[in-house]
C-alpha cells in the first residue's frame, strides 16, 4: 500500500507540474487581457506535434526551445491579427473567438499530421530509469519534466516581480489606462503576454508528449482540466495555479491509488445493501472510478462557497 | 456542423477518390452507384481507428470491385464516411443522415456502445419503415450482446465476439506456466466490463491456480496518464496484464506500464497499428500480444500478399488491418450479386448462413441463427523477427503465434431473433 502511496505522490507531483505549465499561460492572459482562452490546451498540442517533426531533424534538445518559440510566435500572430480586432467587440466574442479556434486547430493537426500516435520518443539521454522503488522505475525524463516546471515556476515569479517587464505588466494587469497613459505600448504587452503564455503552453506539450502520448485528441483530455485549476486557483493568481495545479495532480493520482468504494464507506458506517439493490450501481462506485471526476466536483463546491477562488482577488 | 462530417483529414483520400471515380465515370456512367455508409470517428481520440477502417473499407470496394467494373451489373460502390466521434448521439444523427441520403448499409466499428445504439435504432427504423430499410454490417464492435441478448435481424458481426476472442488469449496465457498472478484493467462500459467477466470465468476454468490479482475499469478516453494505475499493477505483484483498450487508451496504458520497468506480457485485443506498434517498438518486443481474426504474419495466400502490397502502393502510412473488412464486403456483395438487388430485406436473407472464402483463402460462416461470423483467430505477438507486412513502417509487426481453426471458436447461439417477415 504504502510503495503505492509513494508513487502516487510522485506522479501526483509530475502531472501537478505540467498542469501548472498550463495554467500559468492561461491565468497570465486571463489576469492582462479578461479572455478565457478555449484554444489554450491547442497550443500545447501544437508544442507537442511541433517538437515531434522538428525533433526528427535536430534531436529532441534544439526541439525542446524551438517548438515552444514557434508555437509562442504563432500565438503573438493569433492575439495581434485575430484577438485585437474581436476584442473591439467585447468578451463573449473574444471566448468564441478562441472556441472556434481550438477545433481549428484540432482539426489542422489531424489533417496535416494524421490521426495516428506520433512515435515521438524521450531522448536517449534521459531514456533510463532514475530509481526503482518496490519494483517500480521511475523514468529519468519524469524528474527532468518536474526540474524544468518548477525552473518555469521561479522563473515566473522571479520575472514577474523583480524585472522591470513584468512590474509593467503587473501594472498593466490592475491599472491598464494608467500604464497606457505613462507611454507603455498596452497592445504589444498584450501580444507579448499572449504569445509567452502560448509559449508555456507548448512547452508543457514537448515535455508530455513522449510520456502521454501525441495523438489529436491530446488537447480534448487535458483542456477542460486546465480550466477547473485557474478557477479554483484563482483567476489571474499565479500562485493559486501551483497550489491548485499540484492538489489537483495529486487527488486524481491518490484517488486512483486508494482502493476505496463507497461499499467499504457504508460498511463502516454500518450499512450493508443485498447485492442485487435497486440502487447497486451507486453502491459499487469506488473512488478509482470517480478520479476523473473529483476535479470537476472540487470546482463546484469551490464555485459555491468560495467563487474567488484560493488565492483569487474578488473582483471589485 | 453536420454538413462537416467528412473532415479534411480525409481530403487526400477523399481526393484520390473523387479522381479515381472520375477516371472510372467512362466505365459505369449511367448506373446509380451502390452507396455504403461507414459511421466511425474520424475526429477526436479515437479517430485513427476510424479513419483506417475507413480506409481500408474504400480501398476493398475499390481493389476488388471499382476497378473491375463494378457490382450488380457495372454499378460502382460508393463508401460515404460518417463522423460519429465514438459518440452515441452523433451516431444516430449520422444514421439518420445516412437514411435520408437514402443509404441502405451502414457500416460501424468502433465502439460496442454506438454499435449497440445503432444496431437499436436501425431495428426501430426498419420496422416503422419497411420500404426504408437498412443493414448493419459490423466489423469490430465486440460486446457479446450484440448477436447475444440484444441480438438483431438486421445486424451482421464479422469480427469475433469478445468471448470468443477471450477463450483463445485464455488458453494462450493457460499455456504460459510463467503466469499465476493476472491483473485485468479496461475501459469502462459494456466492452470493458464483459472482458473482465469473462478473463475471470474463463481462467478459473482453464487454470484455478492464477490467481486475478486487479480487476479495474477506468473511464474511457479520459485518462491523461496511466502511471497511478500501473503502479496498482506493480504493487499487485502481477506477472501478466489482460486490457480490452483501445485507441489511445491502449498506447498510454502500454506507454505507462513500459515506462514503470513492468516487464510482464500484456494480452490485448487491439494493442498494434495506427501508431501504436511504432511508439511502443523495442519495448514492446515479445511483450505485447493480439488476440484477433486477422492474420499479420506470416502470409502464404498470395491474394492476401497482394492486397497488402496494393493498399501500401496507396496509402504508404498506413496498415492492412483488419481483412475481415473485406471479408464484410465480399459477403455483402455475393449476397446483392445472388438476389440481383440491393434490397436490405433480401440481402439480408441471402448473407444468412452464407460462406464466403476470405482472402487468406478460409471459409468464412455467417451463422444464421444469429448473425455472427466464424473465422480463424489468432494470438500474435510484438516481433521485429519474421516480419514481412510491419506497422507504422517501424520494423516491428505482429507475428502469430497461435491459430485457433474458426470450428474450434464456435459457441453456441443464445439470440432470440425476432425476423420480419417480408
Not at chain 1, 502511496?5 to 507540474?17: D, H, Q, R, S, W
Not at chain 1, 495555479?241 to 463507497?262: F, H, K, P, Y
Amino acid at each position: 500500500m504504502i510503495d503505492v502511496l509513494i508513487f502516487a505522490t510522485l506522479n501526483g507531483l509530475v502531472t501537478g507540474l505540467l498542469l501548472f505549465l498550463l495554467a500559468s499561460g492561461l491565468t497570465l492572459i486571463f489576469s492582462m487581457m479578461g479572455v478565457l482562452n478555449f484554444a489554450h490546451a491547442s497550443f500545447y498540442m501544437l508544442g507537442a506535434y511541433c517538437a515531434f517533426s522538428i525533433g526528427q531533424y535536430t534531436g529532441f534538445w534544439p526541439a525542446l526551445i524551438l517548438a515552444p518559440v514557434l508555437v509562442g510566435g504563432f500565438g503573438a500572430l493569433v492575439e495581434r491579427y485575430g484577438l485585437r480586432h474581436v476584442h473591439k467587440s467585447g468578451h463573449v466574442a473574444e471566448l468564441v473567438f478562441t472556441f472556434g479556434l481550438a477545433f481549428l486547430i484540432e482539426q489542422a493537426v489531424q489533417s496535416f499530421w494524421g490521426a495516428d500516435t506520433k512515435n515521438y520518443q524521450p531522448p536517449a539521454l534521459l531514456d533510463f530509469p532514475l530509481f526503482t522503488l518496490f519494483g517500480q522505475d521511475f523514468p529519468a525524463y519524469k524528474a527532468f519534466m518536474l526540474l524544468v516546471s518548477i525552473g518555469i515556476f521561479i522563473g515566473l515569479y522571479w520575472g514577474l516581480t523583480r524585472t522591470r517587464t513584468g512590474m509593467i505588466i503587473q501594472a498593466a494587469t490592475s491599472h491598464p489606462q494608467t500604464v497606457a497613459n505613462l507611454g507603455h505600448n498596452l497592445p504589444l504587452i498584450h501580444t507579448l503576454v499572449f504569445g509567452a503564455g502560448s509559449a508555456l503552453a507548448a512547452l508543457a506539450g514537448v515535455l508530455a508528449g513522449p510520456v502521454l502520448t501525441t495523438f489529436p485528441g491530446m488537447a480534448a483530455t487535458l483542456g477542460s482540466i486546465v480550466f477547473v485549476i485557474v478557477v479554483i486557483g484563482g483567476l489571474g493568481s499565479l500562485t493559486g495555479a501551483l497550489v491548485a495545479s499540484l492538489l489537483i495532480g495529486l487527488l486524481q493520482s491518490w484517488a486512483i491509488a486508494v482502493d476505496v468504494g463507497m461499499a467499504d464507506l457504508l460498511h463502516w458506517v454500518g450499512v450493508e445493501f443485498p447485492p442485487d439493490h435497486p440502487l447497486k450501481d451507486i453502491w459499487r462506485l469506488s473512488l478509482p472510478q470517480l478520479a476523473p471526476v473529483l476535479p470537476y466536483l472540487l470546482l463546484v463546491l469551490m464555485l459555491i462557497f468560495h467563487p474567488s477562488g484560493l488565492f483569487g482577488k474578488r473582483e471589485g | 456542423m453536420t454538413r462537416l462530417t467528412r473532415v479534411p483529414g480525409l481530403a487526400r483520400a477523399a481526393i484520390l477518390h473523387f479522381l479515381f471515380i472520375v477516371a472510372q465515370t467512362g466505365l459505369a456512367q449511367s448506373l446509380a452507384p451502390v452507396r455504403i455508409a461507414i459511421i466511425d470517428p474520424q475526429s477526436g481520440a479515437f479517430a485513427a481507428t476510424g479513419e483506417t477502417a475507413y480506409l481500408q473499407l474504400q480501398f476493398a470496394a475499390d481493389y476488388y470491385y471499382n476497378e473491375h467494373g463494378g457490382i450488380l451489373g457495372g454499378r460502382p460502390i460508393e463508401i460515404v464516411a460518417l463522423d460519429n466521434k465514438a459518440s452515441v448521439a452523433d451516431t444516430q444523427q449520422q444514421l439518420r443522415r445516412a437514411i435520408s441520403e437514402g443509404i441502405q448499409v451502414v457500416v460501424s466499428g468502433n465502439g460496442s456502445a454506438p454499435a449497440s445504439a445503432l444496431s437499436q435504432a436501425i431495428e426501430r427504423h426498419n420496422r416503422r419503415n419497411p420500404d426504408q430499410r437498412v443493414l448493419f454490417l459490423n466489423y469490430a464492435a465486440v460486446d457479446p450482446a450484440l448477436t447475444g441478448a440484444d441480438c438483431s435481424f438486421w445486424h451482421f458481426r464479422f469480427d469475433s465476439d469478445s468471448d470468443m476472442k477471450m477463450e483463445v488469449m485464455t488458453q494462450a496465457i493457460a499455456a504460459n506456466p510463467d503466469i499465476h498472478r493476472v491483473y485485468i484493467i479496461g475501459q469502462d462500459y459494456s466492452f470493458g466490463t464483459a472482458v473482465a467477466a469473462s478473463a475471470t470465468a474463463m481462467l478459473a476454468g482453464k487454470r484455478p491456480d492464477i490467481e486475478i490479482v486487479g480487476n479495474e475499469l477506468h473511464p474511457i478516453g479520459q485518462v491523461k496518464d496511466f502511471t497511478p494505475y500501473v503502479s496498482k499493477i506493480v504493487a499487485s505483484g502481477a506477472d501478466a496484464v489482460i486490457t480490452g483498450n483501445w485507441g489511445a487508451d491502449m498506447v498510454a496504458l502500454a506507454r505507462s506500464i513500459i515506462d514503470a520497468g513492468l516487464d510482464v506480457p500484456i494480452y490485448t485485443f487491439y494493442g498494434a497499428y495506427d501508431g501504436i506498434t511504432a511508439t511502443l517498438g523495442e519495448a514492446g518486443k515479445h511483450r505485447i500480444r493480439l488476440v484477433h481474426n486477422d492474420l499479420p504474419n506470416p502470409l502464404t495466400s498470395e491474394e492476401h500478399i497482394a492486397f497488402n502490397r496494393a493498399f501500401k502502393a496507396r496509402y504508404p502510412n498506413k496498415d492492412v488491418t483488419q481483412p475481415r473488412i473485406a471479408t464484410a464486403l465480399k459477403m455483402l456483395v455475393t449476397a446483392m450479386e445472388k438476389t440481383g438487388s440491393t434490397e436490405p430485406f433480401a440481402v439480408a436473407t441471402a448473407m444468412e448462413d452464407l460462406r464466403v472464402t476470405n482472402m487468406d483463402g478460409e471459409e468464412v460462416w455467417m451463422r444464421g441463427s444469429d448473425h455472427q461470423a466464424f473465422e480463424d483467430l489468432h494470438v500474435s505477438v510484438q516481433t521485429d523477427e519474421g516480419i514481412v507486412f510491419d506497422a507504422d513502417n517501424s520494423g516491428f509487426g505482429l507475428l502469430a503465434e497461435l491459430t485457433v481453426p474458426a470450428r474450434e471458436t464456435v459457441r453456441p447461439s443464445t439470440c432470440q431473433m425476432t425476423r420480419p417477415t417480408q
